[in-house]
């Protein structure tokens, strides 16, 4: 197995995308989100961890990190408009996502396909 060298576009969007997700973090624990019922919070902090293990593999140059993210943004607005949270917080995760994505695309044939 040859070792693929990671683009520098990836390494700055990786973090700056790991930076957000650890950000979202927070807001499974304000009062809003614990009012919308027992299970809401649970729901929020796995799609925040499987988004964060993304973007590990992701660094780690793997496509199944791109796989990934791209299930994990689709759950996240699915789940977002069943909670109707449409705040600015849900239009900007749409938008850095989508564009994250495209660079997480361009590259993703010289990903690595194992594990």
Same mark, same amino acid.
Do not use: E
């Given at each position: 197995?040859a070792?693929?060298? =990671?683009?520098k576009?990836?390494?700055?969007?990786?973090?700056?995308?790991? &930076?957000?997700? +650890?950000?979202?973090?927070?807001?499974?624990?304000?009062? *809003?989100?614990?009012r919308?019922?027992?299970? &809401?919070?649970?729901?929020?902090?796995?799609?925040i961890?499987?988004?964060?293990? *993304? +973007?590990?593999?992701? %660094?780690?140059?793997k496509? %199944?990190?791109v796989?990934l993210?791209?299930?994990?943004?689709? &759950? =996240?607005?699915?789940?977002?408009?069943?909670?109707?949270?449409y705040?600015? =917080?849900?239009f900007?995760?749409?938008?850095?996502?989508?564009?994250?994505?495209?660079?997480?695309?361009?590259?993703? =044939?010289?990903?690595?396909?194992? +594990?």
């Open positions: 197995m070792l693929v060298q =990671r683009p576009s990836i390494s700055i969007i990786t973090v700056i995308a790991i &930076v957000l997700v +650890l950000l979202a973090f927070p807001m499974l624990f304000t009062p *809003s989100i614990k919308m019922g027992d299970f &809401v919070p649970m729901i929020l902090g796995i799609i961890t499987l988004q964060f293990v *993304s +973007l590990i593999g992701i %660094w780690h140059m496509q %199944w990190g796989q993210f791209i299930i994990m943004f689709c &759950v =996240r607005v699915i789940t977002f408009m069943f909670l109707d949270l705040t600015f =917080r849900f900007f995760n749409i938008f850095y996502s989508i564009l994250f994505l495209i660079f997480f695309l361009i590259h993703y =044939r010289k990903m690595d396909t194992n +594990l």
